[in-house]
């Protein structure tokens, strides 16, 4: 069956990095948009970077832009999101993403959580 498992997520100083990796199965990975949204408490699931299936282009949300970068490796199958400059805003759950319209996979969810 599909699976989307993260991890890397954990507490980490302002201005420090973190490194979040999903590791999937059960679809052909080189095929889907690879997404990582994220949730604040109180707050709606927001996009945070995209990477296309074959070219690799990615974008993000301007909250993070020049901070964060999103890659993958289609042949381990696996996406990642590499966190520099934390902010304590950027404190969320952090869910890895799978896009195929119609279809669309969700992890569970990995902790991020940067406080002094």
């Known amino acids: 069956q599909v699976q989307l498992v993260e991890s890397g997520g954990g507490l980490v100083q302002p201005g420090g990095s973190l490194r979040l990796s999903c590791a999937a199965s059960?679809?052909?990975?080189?095929?889907?948009?690879m997404n990582w949204y994220r949730q604040a408490p109180g707050k709606e699931r927001e996009l945070v970077a995209r990477?296309?299936?074959?070219?690799?282009?990615?974008m993000y949300a301007d909250s993070v832009k020049g901070r964060f970068t999103i890659f993958r490796d289609n042949a381990k199958n696996t996406v990642s999101l590499q966190m520099n400059s934390l902010k304590p805003e950027d404190t969320a759950v952090y869910y890895c993403?799978?896009?195929?319209?119609?279809?669309?996979?969700w992890g569970q969810g990995t902790q991020v959580t940067v406080s002094s």
């Open positions: 990477i296309t299936a074959t070219t690799g282009n990615s």
């Open positions: 993403n799978a896009e195929q319209l119609p279809n669309v996979f």
């Open positions: 059960g679809f052909t990975f080189s095929s889907y948009v």
